[in-house]
Nanobody, 127 residues
């Protein structure tokens, strides 16, 4: 499975960005998908997760109400709509795929719950 993240860039505080992650080489519609981020000098952290059919979504407290995860299984793509961005959102954003149907680790936002990772896309929010 290959994951290609895109859509990052430089945006002013209060602005919006939409990240995309295109999957290939696997059965995307069966995967739970997650977004993570890693800021300079910090550990990679969970941002959002969506189940294989979109029926369940979860978010880190820091992004609730501002970010929305969605997916289009016909396009093998997962999205992260990011609104009201702040400088604290500056990071490299990674998409990840969990191919297991029942995985408590990914449900809890654990990095080790995901088998496949994209290369990351940089998001920089200026103040």
């Amino acid at each position: 499975v290959q994951l290609q993240a895109s859509g990052g860039g430089l945006v002013q505080a209060g602005g919006s960005l939409r990240l995309s992650c295109a999957a290939s080489g696997g059965t995307f519609s069966r995967y739970h998908m997650g977004w993570f981020r890693q800021a300079p000098g910090k550990e990679r952290e969970f941002v959002a997760r969506i189940t294989w059919n979109g029926s369940n979504r979860s978010y880190a407290d820091s992004v609730k109400g501002r970010f929305t995860i969605s997916r289009d299984n016909a396009r093998n793509t997962v999205y992260l709509q990011m609104n009201s961005l702040t400088p604290e959102d500056t990071a490299v954003y990674y998409c990840a795929a969990d191919a297991q149907p029942y995985n408590i680790l990914s449900a809890r936002g654990r990095i080790d719950g995901y088998e496949y990772w994209g290369q990351g896309t940089q998001v920089t929010v200026s103040s």
